[in-house]
């Protein structure tokens, strides 16, 4: 059996039985001869399932951010906007995805020449638990748009939310087959990506978990898109607007209980500033209120499981060692890890080389933009960074200097159905998101028309 255990009181919240490989089989076979209809329903019948997705998430908001809550521990709030965000992005590829995906005319020497922007097939989604609704739909929203049909593997510890998903576009109306929960453990995913008739694979996950995904879908020529993770720095110069900078790095360390992808992780602060900036950072964490996360009063949850926040408390513990100084928090309990700020934090400690998946920021001084910039591309993740300051000819200098998938100034980086999302180096590779989203997993055809006279 696979279980949900809520890690606020270590109850069971929900339990399902593991799929066997020939359940699997039947799904994946489902799902490709419904493949062969989807993709020839037009756009406008598309686009109406869609809008009735995003319909029945904000119908049952409630009902989904509770499970959210339940499951993994973010605060109830959180969980309302994480669905409320699905719901907007179901509106957006409802009203774009027409455009972003219609013939792309190009002048050659032809009568006509153009790019069709054409459905694959079978795509394969391995997500995490820690925006269980969230990362699940900026795949499987693009992709059903695209005329494509998708297949997820969940983390196991969120069966509830990956079925809740799927009851959605039930409810909405989608024909069964287009989008299917697998309730599997990751030793069967190998075997599934090897299935002829899956297309493709995209991982939110782990550097690990991406370059065994990324290895078997590489032996049988297969398109991948990997967001695996980063460890953001928050760059503060001397010139910021200190009053609303504390506030945003307290944001974007802290939501969903640092367990994010493109939370801040690395304070580093411009040594001039670093005294009175520090002060007010302890002063605005300390405001942060812990309790059962479905109290509106909780604004830090707890972590999603109790091994994640050992795996934390070890992390601090090194960084302790090697001369670091608690200048906040510390202590977990079970699955809580308190709000906690380390001071004299160097590059040769965990907790500034590798990802730190929780509550937990160290603080590094610099002394100018040169070094700045050098610390914060000191390390082997690439997915964004956050600069502060109000010098905006210094922003021009330095955001090509990054080596970042994103470059956020005077905010914390995240996710916008708008714009592209993903990262470099050990982040992985391909975009979600926007046009270029959506045009991951279709195949890009070019059609040259000549007439002989």
């Known amino acids: 059996m696979m279980k949900s255990i809520n890690p606020y009181n270590q109850e069971v919240v929900f339990e399902i039985a593991e799929w066997s490989n020939k359940d699997v089989e039947k799904a994946i076979d489902k799902a490709d ?18 809008k009735a997705a995003g319909q029945e998430m904000r119908k049952n908001a409630n009902e989904y951010a509770q499970i959210i809550t339940q499951e993994m521990g973010k605060p109830i709030a959180q969980s309302l906007a994480e669905v409320e965000k699905c719901a907007n992005l179901c509106d957006f590829y409802a009203e774009n995805a027409p455009v972003m995906l219609a013939d792309k005319i190009i002048e050659t020497d032809a009568d006509k020449s153009y790019v069709s922007y054409e459905p694959i097939g079978v795509v394969m989604a391995i997500m995490p638990w820690n925006y269980p609704f969230w990362q699940v739909m900026r795949f499987a929203v693009p992709a059903l748009m695209a005329g494509n049909v998708g297949l997820l593997k969940h983390a196991s510890n969120v069966m509830k939310s990956a079925i809740s998903i799927e009851k959605i576009f039930e409810r909405a109306g989608f024909p069964a087959g287009c989008f299917t929960n697998l309730p599997i453990g990751s030793k069967m995913v190998e075997e599934i990506i090897r299935n002829p008739k899956v297309k493709a694979v995209t991982l939110t ?31 503060v110069f001397a010139d910021c607007n200190l009053q609303q900078t504390v506030k945003t790095c307290v944001q974007a360390r802290f939501q969903n209980a640092g367990q994010s992808c493109i939370a801040g992780k690395r304070l580093l602060v411009e040594a001039s500033i670093v005294a009175e900036f520090t002060k007010a950072f302890l002063e605005e964490a300390s405001k942060l209120r812990s309790g059962d996360p479905l109290s509106k009063e909780t604004t830090i949850g707890t972590m999603a499981r109790i091994d994640l926040a050992e795996e934390l408390e070890k992390q601090l513990q090194d960084a302790l060692e090697k001369g670091a100084a608690v200048l906040l928090g510390g202590k977990r309990d079970k699955a809580y890890f308190e709000p906690t700020v380390v001071g004299n934090v160097t590059t040769e400690m965990a907790i500034f080389k590798e990802e730190v998946f929780g509550p937990l920021i160290g603080i590094t001084t610099f002394k100018d933009e040169e070094e700045a910039v050098a610390l914060s591309n000191h390390s082997p993740f690439g997915l ?5 300051t109000e010098d905006f000819e210094k922003v021009s200098r330095l955001v ?32 979600e998101l926007s046009q270029d989203g959506i045009q991951e997993f279709v195949n890009k055809k070019t059609v040259y028309i000549k007439k002989y006279k």
């Open 400 to 431: 090509p200097k990054f080596d970042e998938g994103a470059v956020f100034v005077n905010e914390l980086v995240k996710s916008d159905q708008r714009l592209p999302f993903g990262g470099v180096k050990n982040s992985g590779y391909g975009r």
């Open 384 to 388: 964004g960074v956050t600069i502060f």
């Open 33 to 50: 001869a419904q493949y062969k209809s989807w993709r020839e329903v037009p756009f406008s019948e598309r686009s109406l399932l869609m």
């Open 205 to 235: 996950g782990s550097e690990a978990t991406g370059r065994a995904v990324a290895a078997v879908a590489g032996s049988e020529i297969k398109k991948t898109v990997l967001e695996l993770g980063g460890s953001n720095a928050l760059v």
